[in-house]
C-alpha cells in the first residue's frame, strides 16, 4: 500500500513538472519575444531609425548624451533597488535555498527596464541575461503555485534559464547545454527531460517572431583540413586576445576606477558610469557597430553580408573591447553571452582576413569569426561544451564544430595558468570581483 501511494505521489510530481515546464517554455518564450521587441522599439525611438544608419546624421552632442542620461537612469534605479544588479541564474537558487528575500516582482520589472535602458542607448551588454533570469522568474512562480518541492529548485530554475536562452538565441539545444553546464549538471540523468520541454516550448513561441544567427554556406560533415591546421596559429592569436581582454579588466580598468575616483567617495560610482556613458558615446560616433548588444555585428561576420575592411574590422575589434568593460563598470544591466561573442567574431574574422591576405591558404574569414565567437564566449563563461553545441547548432559544420572543441580546450587550460577565472553569470558581471592575476 505504502509503495502505491509512493509512486502515485511521484508521478503526480511528474506530471505537475512536466506542466510546469511546458508553462515555463511557453509564457518565457512570450515575455522574451515582448522583451526583445521592447529593446527594438527603444533603440529606433531613441536614435530615430537604425542607429547604424541614422547616428552620423544626429547632432554629436545629442549622441554622447544619450548613454550619459541613460546610465543615469540605470544608476538611480540600482540606488533604490540593488537586486537590480546583483542577482543572477545561479544567485537566485542559492537565495531561495537559503531562505532569504528573494527578487520581487517589482524588482524584475526594474531589472528589466534597466536593461532595456541600457542596450537601448548603446551599452555593450547582451539580452541573454536578462532573458535566462525572465525565465528563471517564470519558473519559479510557477512552481510556487504549482507546489513543486523545494528541493527540485534549481531543476526548475534550470528550465527557466535553458528556455530564456532558447528563446533569446532561437537555438533549443543551446538552452539545454547552457542549463546543464552553468546550473543543472548534478541532475543531469534525472531532470533533462524537463529542461528539454522548457527549451523547446520557448523555441516554439520566439522563432514565430525572430530567425536564429545564421552561417553561411555550411559544408555538414566534410572536412577541410586546412581550417584544422590553421588552429596552430589560431590559438595563439585567440589566447593573446583573451590575455589583452582580461588584463584591461583586471589592471587598466581598475586602477582607473579605484584610483582616479576614489577621492570622489560614495559618489565614486556615479562619476564612474557617467565618464562610461560619455566613452560610450564617443565610440557610437566613432564607429556604432562597435557599440549595442553585439546580435547584429555577428549576423554579419557570419554571413558576409557587408565587406567589411581589415582595418575597419581591428578598429571595431578594439573598441568594442573597451564598450564591453566600460558597460560593465558603468553598472549598465544586460548579459555578457552576446558581447563576449561578438568580439571573438570580430578577432576571428581579422584573423581570416589576414590568412587570405597572406596567400597562405584558401579560406574563408567567417569560419574563424564563427569558431572565434564561440572559442571566446566558451572561455571566459567556462562553458566550453556549450561552445561546441552552439558552433554546431548555429552552422552545422564540422569545421566550426572540430576547431572550436580544439581551440576551447586548449586556450581554457592555458587562460588558468595565468588567471583565476569563476564561472561568469550571464548577467551583468562586476569583473573587480571575479577576475584576478594569479600570485606568483
Known amino acids: 500500500m505504502k509503495i502505491l501511494e509512493y509512486l502515485n505521489k511521484k508521478a503526480f510530481i511528474f506530471k505537475d513538472f512536466l506542466i510546469v515546464s511546458f508553462l515555463t517554455g511557453l509564457l518565457t518564450g512570450g515575455l522574451v519575444t515582448l522583451f526583445l521587441y521592447l529593446c527594438e522599439i527603444f533603440t529606433n525611438f531613441i536614435f530615430k531609425g537604425n542607429p547604424w544608419e541614422t547616428i552620423e546624421n544626429l547632432p554629436k552632442i545629442y549622441v554622447i548624451l544619450i548613454p550619459i542620461i541613460a546610465i543615469l537612469f540605470v544608476n538611480l534605479i540600482i540606488y533604490f533597488d540593488k537586486s537590480v544588479k546583483v542577482y543572477g541564474v545561479v544567485q537566485i537558487a542559492d537565495i531561495v535555498q537559503k531562505n532569504e528575500d528573494f527578487i520581487t516582482l517589482k524588482s524584475l520589472i526594474l531589472k528589466l527596464l534597466a536593461s532595456v535602458i541600457s542596450i537601448s542607448s548603446g551599452f555593450a551588454v547582451g539580452t541573454e541575461g536578462p532573458s535566462a533570469e ?65 527549451a523547446f516550448s520557448a523555441f516554439s513561441i520566439s522563432v514565430m517572431f525572430f530567425p536564429a544567427i545564421g552561417f553561411l554556406s555550411p559544408s555538414g560533415r566534410f572536412l577541410n583540413y586546412d581550417y584544422i591546421w590553421l588552429m596552430a596559429f589560431f590559438i595563439p592569436f585567440m589566447t593573446f586576445l583573451i590575455y589583452f581582454y582580461l588584463t584591461l579588466q583586471d589592471k587598466i580598468l581598475l586602477i582607473f576606477k579605484f584610483k582616479i575616483f576614489e577621492k570622489f567617495g560614495r559618489f565614486s560610482q556615479l562619476i564612474f558610469a557617467l565618464t562610461g556613458g560619455l566613452f560610450i558615446g564617443i565610440i557610437l560616433l566613432i564607429d556604432p557597430r562597435a557599440a549595442f548588444t553585439g546580435h547584429n555585428i555577428v549576423e554579419i561576420l557570419f554571413n558576409e553580408f ?92 564540422y569545421n566550426v564544430v572540430l576547431a572550436t572543441g580544439f581551440g576551447v580546450g586548449v ?5 588558468k595558468l595565468k588567471f583565476n577565472l569563476k564561472k561568469l553569470n550571464t548577467l551583468n558581471i562586476d569583473f573587480s570581483e571575479i577576475i584576478h592575476f594569479k600570485k606568483k
Open 134 to 198: 525572465i525565465g528563471a522568474m517564470v519558473a519559479v512562480q510557477l512552481e510556487k503555485f504549482f507546489s513543486i518541492p523545494e528541493k527540485f529548485l534549481k531543476v526548475i530554475i534550470s528550465v527557466g534559464a535553458s528556455s530564456g536562452i532558447a528563446a533569446v538565441f532561437v537555438s533549443p539545444i543551446t538552452g539545454i547545454v547552457f542549463a546543464i553546464e552553468s546550473i543543472a549538471y548534478e541532475f543531469f540523468q534525472n531532470y533533462i527531460i524537463f529542461i528539454m520541454v522548457g
Open 306 to 397: 557587408q565587406n567589411i575592411p581589415f582595418k575597419i574590422i581591428i578598429l571595431i575589434l578594439f573598441l568594442r573591447i573597451f564598450a564591453t568593460t566600460i558597460s560593465n563598470y558603468s553598472n549598465a544591466i544586460g548579459g555578457m553571452f552576446l558581447p563576449l561573442m561578438s568580439i571573438g567574431a570580430l578577432g576571428g574574422y581579422g584573423f581570416g582576413e589576414a590568412v587570405q591576405a597572406l596567400h597562405l591558404v584558401q579560406i574563408q574569414p567567417y569560419y574563424f569569426a564563427a569558431i572565434g565567437a564561440a572559442v571566446f564566449m566558451g572561455v571566459l563563461m567556462k562553458l566550453p561544451f556549450t561552445a561546441v553545441v552552439l558552433a554546431l547548432e548555429i552552422t552545422n559544420d
Open 411 to 415: 586556450i581554457m587550460y592555458i587562460t
